[in-house]
């Protein structure tokens, strides 16, 4: 018997040339500056977002150091050369000359651009209650919610505002996490960064509402480089969550965003991320080259900042959200979902720096390879001699789907201190046929099956985000998975 | 309700059933026995669409449309169930929540309109204090860490919530004590009604004194050997399947 081409498989067809559901450009008039990178440039960037001294100041310190290193290729990556004085380094809309006060004042191109994407910035984020800050290429467009969070006492609102109207804040903490010295595309971001989200949580204040900040490109040949700093003062409690997307194109586009999150005592900081940026087409063409670096530090005694990151897009990611783990007490937590379909590759993790006495952290992995897709776990957990009683879990899953794609684990661990405990967990498996067949055996379509399988795999990670972003994970998955088994 | 007509099929190329016909009508329970090796089970799966079995001649109608020509899903939502000899372990996804797909997944073929949450909790208690099930169970992963006998009722279970109209159950029986044997056999009986019919692959006769059967066949190498009423199964067990293989050879 030949197997007949069923309801499903053709459904299947259809879903496949359906593709990736962002790609759309928005045609607006942009503010772009000539490709190319020198000391001109970053000052050209500092001015027009009028900075004070030490912030131009810091970005030529960078670039220097940036001049002075070479491209990281110890990652399990393969990466096409990039030409980094061929990128544009700052693209804005054009927009009235103040920029927009209110949303009102944004362009209602850039508003139905956000419609589109599903980022409710109107009254659906009323009912949402979640604050969105939007970074429309390397400007912020809208904060919503600002009143309320005002009232709070919580400054949240784009990075070039904060410089203006909290430049104090912005000189004690930018860097202190992540050092303008610290990584090549760490450094370069440090030197040519445009916007990106501050949060400021006063001590003692639980933000009444979760943050978000969805990111998008838009222009052509730019690179975005955001720059977010999140600081929860003692005793302080929020939210965070960012989400991505990019149109579609033919040739890669860079992304290197610097993340920093600082806990003083007791506080508690949970940044979520939701990443689909643009994979490439199926034959591994185009995409963007995700390279983000993101570290917490638990300054604080008993601080606990919590990481969970679902990324699904990216032609490349290259990403190890990390805690320093400094304050006695402290806890970190890293839950990932990764995804790799077609061609794409990623090369993500973790690192748990445990200083203080008594720190704990948590890592669960889940990665899952379908069709070339390349995945690796990449993960450190140091204890130093000063972390007394520390101790780690870790837990790492890998999902295969098809016989082209590939997972790799690198688990490294480096212990100094003889009272610590530290413990690994990980594991290697397929979809079954068995599995498939007995979903199907009840009645649920093979694509239905094959999600609602991977859902349970990943459902110790799902279960840390915020509920409403769960979903919106789960459907994402589903769409890059589209096609990976039939 | 069910004719199979001359049904040849093979697995990785070993011919296992060689010219098979059988016919089942509503309100009947037949029990197919036979030795390890004679098709019970490749007769199961074939009805039910697993992939690898390949028919290479005959057919089977069930409710007047060609079986065969469906896929698995596709049979399931038109009233075939499978109850699994060996049920397969999904984590983290929850039992009940691939239930409920399932159920509405029939319903959404039949027309009706999905159940919601309460109305589908309701009935699911309701069957499981048949099956005798903790509540625990509602929570858990589908069949993850389930014992032999856990794993065999949570089958009956799915099958009295989705009430099939033709289940078939590869050797339910196996692994369990007595005490899950009476459960399982009063899930099954449940069920019985003058609409639909039920087909037993069970290796012993055990089973069979609780749910008596319309009709026994021996399947001996592919094909059935003989046919008769309940007291053919009473024979089996006395004189053994070399009696029938025997006369078949």
Redesign the interface.
Known sequence: ?S??V???NRELQSLISRGYQHGFVTEIDSDTVAPGLDEDVVRLISRKKGEPAFLTEWRLKALRHWFTMREPHWAHLKIAPIDYQGISYYSAPKTKKDGPKSLADVDPKLLATYEKLGVPLHERARLAGVAVDAVFDSVSVATTFKERLQAAGVVFCPFSEAVRTHPELIEQYLGSVVPYTDNYFATLNSAVFSDGSFVYVPKGVRCPMELSTYFRINAMNTGQFERTLIIAAEGSHVSYLEGCSAPQRDENQLHAAVVELVALDDAYIKYSTVQNWYPGDAQGVGGIFNFVTKRGECRGRNSHISWTQVETGSAITWKYPSCVLRGAGSIGEFYSVATVNNYQQADTGTKMIHIGRDTRSTIVSKGISAGHGQNTYRGLVKILPSAHGARNFTQCDSLLMGAQCGAHTFPYVEVKNPSATVEHEASTSKI????L??????????E?AVN??V??????VFKELPMEFAVEAQNLLAVSLEGAVG | MLTIENLHASVEGKKILDGLSLSVGRGEVHAIMGPNGSGKSTLANVLAGRPGYEVTAGRVTYEGVDLLALPAEARARAGVFLGFQYPVEIPGVNNVYLLKAALNAARRERGLPEVDAFEFLTLVREKMKLMRMEDSFLSRGVNEGFSGGEKKRNEILQMLVLEPRLAILDETDSGLDIDALKVVASGINSLRSPERACVLVTHYQRLLEYVVPDFVHVLVRGRIARSGDKSLALELERRGYDWVTGAAA
């Open positions: 018997m197997e007949p069923n309801e499903t079954s046929d068995e599995q067949f007995y979903c199907r055996a009840r009645g649920i379509g093979e239905d609602m399988i859902s349970g795999f990943c459902k110790s």
